[in-house]
């Protein structure tokens, strides 16, 4: 089945950007829907934004200007950029596959937003 | 504060009923966008429970199911066991906002 692994740094300085990729395992990233979902420490789940595997985007609007998302199907892989972060961006990160529903997920990576 | 209002918190003793309510609006739930439930065991991704309002994954066992009626959801556990303790966050689609989550309700077994 489908498995996804987030890869990237885990520390980022304050004001610089962002990079997560997600490999794609056990089938293929095309023709499918493809989501970025983070998580605070303690708190709750942030939809940031989905794409879909001809490199259609959609954001959430309280993230938009500082979100961009990329597909590379020759690797299977998507990609997560977000500029001009703050410690209020630190959070785990997951990868999911969107059916709409977010199925299955990555374990997810720590990113920590820190000088 | 989350779009869709989850209680933080509920409990039950090992064989019980709970339900888990999560509440949206006509711009949500209301508006006929199906509503998805998540479990997240501490230290782990969340996991599919119930999608598409009532319909589980294969492996999820049939202690939980899921309903929706107007602007509301719920996600209901019977004979309660003591690994079902957990977070529990649902899900929707809003029209403004694009995906949105609850702030999650965490079930405590006693």
């Known amino acids: 089945q489908v498995q996804l692994q987030e890869s990237g740094p885990g520390l980022v300085k304050p004001s610089e950007t962002l990079s997560l990729t997600c490999s794609v395992s056990?089938?293929?990233?095309?023709?499918?829907?493809w989501s970025w979902i983070r998580q605070p420490a303690g708190k709750g789940l942030e939809c940031i934004g989905r794409?879909?595997?001809?490199?259609?985007?959609k954001y959430n609007p309280s993230l938009k200007g500082r979100v961009t998302m990329s597909v590379d199907t020759s690797k299977n892989q998507f990609s997560l950029k977000l500029t001009s972060v703050t410690a209020a961006d630190t959070a785990v990160y997951y990868c999911?596959?969107?059916?709409?529903?977010?199925?299955?997920w990555g374990q997810g990576t720590l990113v920590t937003v820190s000088s | 504060q989350s779009v869709l209002t989850q209680p933080p918190s509920v409990s039950g003793a090992p064989g019980q009923r709970v339900t888990i309510s999560c509440t949206g609006s006509s711009s949500n739930i209301g508006g006929g966008y199906d509503v998805h439930w998540y479990q997240q065991l501490p230290g782990t991704a969340p996991k599919l429970l119930i999608y598409a309002n009532t319909n589980r994954p294969s492996g999820v066992p049939d202690r939980f199911s899921g309903s929706k009626s107007g602007t509301s959801a719920s996600l209901a556990i019977t004979g309660l066991q003591a690994d079902d303790e957990s977070d529990y966050y649902c899900?929707?689609?809003?029209?403004?906002?694009?995906?949105?989550f609850g702030g999650g309700t965490k079930l405590t077994v006693l």
């Open positions: 794409i879909y595997s001809s490199g259609i985007t």
């Open positions: 999911a596959k969107s059916n709409p529903w977010f199925d299955p």
């Open positions: 056990g089938g293929s990233i095309s023709s499918y829907y």
């Open positions: 899900q929707s689609y809003d029209s403004s906002l694009n995906w949105v």
